[in-house]
C-alpha cells in the first residue's frame, strides 16, 4: 500500500533495514510477496510522522487462506484486573486444598504470604523463531534501494522472510508455544528438591469450579 508521506516510507524502509540487518530476511528466490502497511505511531504537531509500525498483511495475498492456528485470545483490561496479588495466611497449595476459604484481611500484615507476579516481554518475539526453510518461498518482501535523487530510479530486490513474520496467522501460537517449550527447559528438572522451580502437583483453577480463585493463574504448579 502507499504510504501516506515519503518521511514514513523512508521510516518504513529503515524497519525492514533492520530485518536484514539482524538476519531475520534473505536473498533468495520468492514466489509470493507479503504487502505491507504503515500504522503510525509518533505523529509531530504539524503533522509529521517522526516513526511508524510497519505491519504485514499475510491476509490480503491469501496467504493466511492456506494456514490453520487454533484460536487463540489476547489478553484484555479484565485479565489485569483478575489477576489481582493476593495475600494468603497459607500456602497457595493449602489454600487451593481448602477450597479457596474466605480471607479474613484485619490480621496483621506479617502474618500473610505476600505472592508476586510478573509478564515475560520478548523482544522481537515471532522473529525469534524460524520458518521451514522449504516453506519460506511463501514469505516474500519487497526490499527497495532508497535514491533520494531527483527523478532517481528506485530499485527493488525480493528477499523473504527465514522467521515468523508478524501479520502470519499461526506465528501467534507457534511461537508462544515455543516460548512455553524454552521456559519449561530453563527451569530444570522439576523432581530436583533443590531446583526452587520444583513442583508435585498440577493445579487447574478454571471458572465455574467449585473453590475457583480468580486472583490466581488458571494454572498452577505447586
Sequence with gaps: MVAPSREAELLTRVKVFKLWFNYYIDLDHTNLLIPRFIVPKVVDEDGTILDVRCVWDCKINGHNATLFAPSFMLPTALDAEDQVVQWLPMTVSEY???????????????????????????????????IHPTDQHTLGLRFTHTNNSEGAVEKEVWMRFNCCPFGNKCSPYMCCQGESRIIEICKGDQLDKTNEFQYSAVHLNLPFDSGYAPSLPRVLLL
Design 96 to 130: 487451593l486444598q481448602q477450597g479457596s476459604p474466605e480471607i479474613d484481611y484485619t490480621h496483621l500484615v506479617n502474618t500473610f504470604i505476600k505472592s508476586t507476579q510478573g509478564d515475560i516481554d520478548v523482544g522481537q518475539h515471532f522473529n525469534n523463531f524460524r
